[in-house]
């Protein structure tokens, strides 16, 4: 899946000028990731069958951070955020991006 678009968005944020790709002229701006809600959060996390601290792991934050999102005490930001807004319209990234592995017993 993200392969597809791989070619799109480099032809995008580096277009070409004369055969070579430049930083300097480019097309696309970067958008705020959406504010997610505490019950937002829980239903990506449910509908993705995680509990809280699988999810807080593929995250890289702690366990209590989840329950503090979702309870409505303090709201994500920066690359979790981001990152939930991602996975929110490509769940597929987990598995594409081998995030889970299966462990042998």
Known sequence: MISVFKEAVKDAVYPKKNGI?????????????QSMSGAEIKRLRNSLHLSSSV?????????????????????????????????????????ETNVFTEKIR
Do not use: C, H
Not at 21 to 33: A, G, H, I, W, Y
Not at 58 to 71: C, D, F, I, Q, R
């Open 21 to 33: 790709l430049t930083k300097r002229n480019k097309f696309m701006s970067v958008n705020e990731p």
């Open 55 to 95: 999810f807080a792991q593929m995250l890289a934050v702690s366990t209590k951070t989840v329950e503090a999102w979702e309870s409505g005490v303090n709201e994500p930001s920066g690359p979790a955020l981001r990152l939930m807004n991602m996975i929110r319209k490509y769940p597929d990234l987990l598995l």
